[in-house]
């Protein structure tokens, strides 16, 4: 019974996943100045790292005199945080902007303000939030097509993120990933039944768009249990070159979204879904990251975690424990 239950769902979420692609194209010439089947496969090799001169310097929320970026972990699905983030961090926008166009450069000139030097703000996707794929390395969107449920199905099952995925781009090598500018997101959450936004009122001018860092975490590797103080067991990578790997993905998502002028950014927890890396680890390895002098200074103004964790007894405690409220890459004005 159980098992015609499961089976059940995938077809279901199968014929999502066929009209999805049906009404992309739809969607995409309502929308003629987004481009939703484009994107670049980029190699942390060839990105140069990020130009200091060009960092916006965003300011801290709790200290206007210090600048660089916060951390906030939630509970969320990764489409529901990026769309929420903006009014969160800005403030609702006015009710009188009547496109997603107007609402983006509207929340432009917020960032500005908060920026030390606005003029590194950018006008294009800086008030766009860039969200992290935790991808497949060998197949574009992932097992969405045939009704799987990890997080690349849930944001190909809700956008138009599949549309851009071109299979030229895979495998995806351990140190590339592929950046999408343009993402239309057009359905609810998988808990709220992936209605159609505009079916429930919202105008396709008025529909979210956000830009997706496509990276995958690494695929099961080999992980050790080892002993603290107190006999307390914590799992992590068996091998070294597996937590460099690691934090070189990390390091490639955090250049992509720098590169791409985002001022907000949400992430996750890369590989420790299927792919079974150690939460611990991964959680441990994003602050190693956000840490590095590369990244500091205030190139984002705040960076999620989405970790959606339907029990709460998963990876969410541990990402929190590692990462909630904390603030990486602080400097004084003057520095």
Same mark, same amino acid.
């Given at each position: ?133 935790? &991808? ?79 990276? &995958? ?119």
């Amino acid at each position: 019974m159980q098992n015609q239950s499961y089976q059940a769902r995938r077809r279901a979420l199968a014929d999502i996943a066929k009209e999805t692609i049906a009404l992309t194209p739809t969607i995409a010439a309502s929308l003629p100045h987004l481009a939703l089947s484009t994107a670049v496969r980029l190699d942390l090799s060839t990105l140069p790292p990020l130009d200091p001169t060009k960092c916006p310097r965003y300011t801290l929320p709790s200290d206007p005199s210090l600048v660089g970026t916060t951390i906030r972990v939630l509970p969320s699905d990764s489409f529901d945080a990026a769309i929420a983030m903006p009014s969160t961090i800005l403030g609702p926008a006015p009710a009188t902007l009547h496109s997603t166009a107007e609402i983006e450069s509207h929340r432009l000139a917020q960032l500005k303000s908060l920026s030390l030097r606005p003029e590194n703000v950018r006008d294009d996707e800086s008030a766009r939030v860039a969200v992290l794929n935790m &991808a497949s390395d060998k197949t574009p969107g992932g097992g969405w097509l045939g009704g799987a449920a990890a997080q690349e199905e849930a944001l190909c099952f809700r956008s138009s993120l599949a549309s851009s995925l071109d299979r030229g781009f895979y495998p995806i090598p351990d140190r590339s990933g592929v950046y999408t500018r343009d993402v239309v997101v057009f359905r609810t959450a998988m808990a709220d039944g992936h209605g159609l936004m505009t079916a429930a009122g919202v105008e396709e001018t008025r529909l979210p768009v956000v830009s997706v860092l496509s990276v &995958a975490g690494i695929r099961r590797p080999p992980v050790r249990s080892l002993v603290e103080a107190g006999g307390v067991r914590r799992a992590v990578f068996a091998r070294d070159g597996d937590r460099e790997l690691t934090k070189d993905k990390m390091r490639l998502c955090l250049r992509m979204a720098g590169m791409g002028g985002h001022a907000m950014v949400v992430l996750g927890a890369l590989g420790c879904g299927a792919f079974r890396n150690p939460a611990g680890e991964v959680a441990a390895c994003w602050g190693e990251v956000l840490g590095e002098e590369e990244f500091s200074g205030g190139w984002f103004r705040e960076v999620w975690f989405a970790v959606y964790d339907r029990k709460g007894d998963g990876n969410l405690p541990v990402f929190e424990e590692a990462l909630d409220g904390r603030r990486f890459g602080v400097r004084t004005a003057r520095e």
